[in-house]
T-cell receptor, first 114, second 114 residues
Framework: AQTVTQSQPEMSVQEAETVTLSCTYD???????LFWYKQPPSRQMILVIR??????QNATENRFSVNFQKAAKSFSLKISDSQLGDAAMYFC???????????FGKGTTLSVSS | KAGVTQTPRYLIKTRGQQVTLSCSPISGHRSVSWYQQTPGQGLQFLFEYFSETQRNKGNFPGRFSGRQFSNSRSEMNVSTLELGDSALYLCASSLLGTDTDTQYFGPGTRLTVL
């Protein structure tokens, strides 16, 4: 069975600085999808970024980018120029190519200070 | 387009009762998935419906059930409520539920069992 591990329960960053959230996963599959979701205090889950395992190029979305290391089964999220609105819980998630269920990590709470 | 909506947003029930939660997907989306979020277990997949059929199921007891209507709206039911069922229940919709789809989440229903 696939598992997703987020080893940092909490992280903090100053406004305008850069922070990296870690995620590792375990799978025997070669094709799959990885996601980062953000859950602010409102509890609404918002997709931040998505990566297809067959793509070697790291995904980017504005200030958000990932470092996808397939061999190491690592999928970290880098947030550049952090803003107060980035404060939230961030979840790393895995989805098999064959399935529809998302498998989530335990989450990392990110706080941003001014 | 309107996002995923869930009703009610908050519910308080007592042990032994049953509860029904509703989810309306994004217009045109035919796949609806349900997740349970608790502080202890994190986010766990309950089940997925597509074209009125349950296509995928997580590891939850039979007290948890669901259905999907012809307009893609979905309901989940929990019978004989237990204290441990207190959680945030999230619904997510996607176009076809294929591996290339992205799941979009609703705001959730907060269920408290007393």
């Amino acid at each position: 069975a696939q598992t997703v591990t987020q080893s940092q329960p909490e992280m903090s960053v100053q406004e305008a600085e850069t922070v990296t959230l870690s995620c590792t996963y375990d799978t025997s599959e070669s094709d799959y999808y990885l996601f980062w979701y953000k859950q602010p205090p409102s509890r609404q889950m918002i997709l931040v970024i998505r990566q297809e395992a067959y793509k070697q190029q790291n995904a980017t979305e504005n200030r958000f980018s990932v470092n996808f290391q397939k061999a190491a089964k690592s999928f970290s999220l880098k947030i550049s120029d952090s803003q107060l609105g980035d404060a939230a819980m961030y979840f790393c998630a895995y989805r098999s190519q064959a399935g529809t269920a998302l498998i989530f990590g335990k989450g990392t709470t990110l706080s941003v200070s001014s | 387009k309107a996002g995923v909506t869930q009703t009610p947003r908050y519910l308080i029930k007592t042990r032994g009762q049953q509860v029904t939660l509703s989810c309306s997907p994004i217009s045109g989306h035919r796949s609806v998935s349900w997740y349970q979020q608790t502080p202890g277990q994190g986010l766990q997949f309950l089940f997925e419906y597509f074209s009125e059929t349950q296509r995928n199921k997580g590891n939850f007891p039979g007290r948890f059930s669901g259905r999907q209507f012809s307009n893609s709206r979905s309901e989940m039911n929990v019978s004989t409520l237990e204290l441990g069922d207190s959680a945030l229940y999230l619904c997510a919709s996607s176009l076809l539920g294929t591996d290339t789809d992205t799941q979009y989440f609703g705001p959730g229903t907060r269920l408290t069992v007393l």
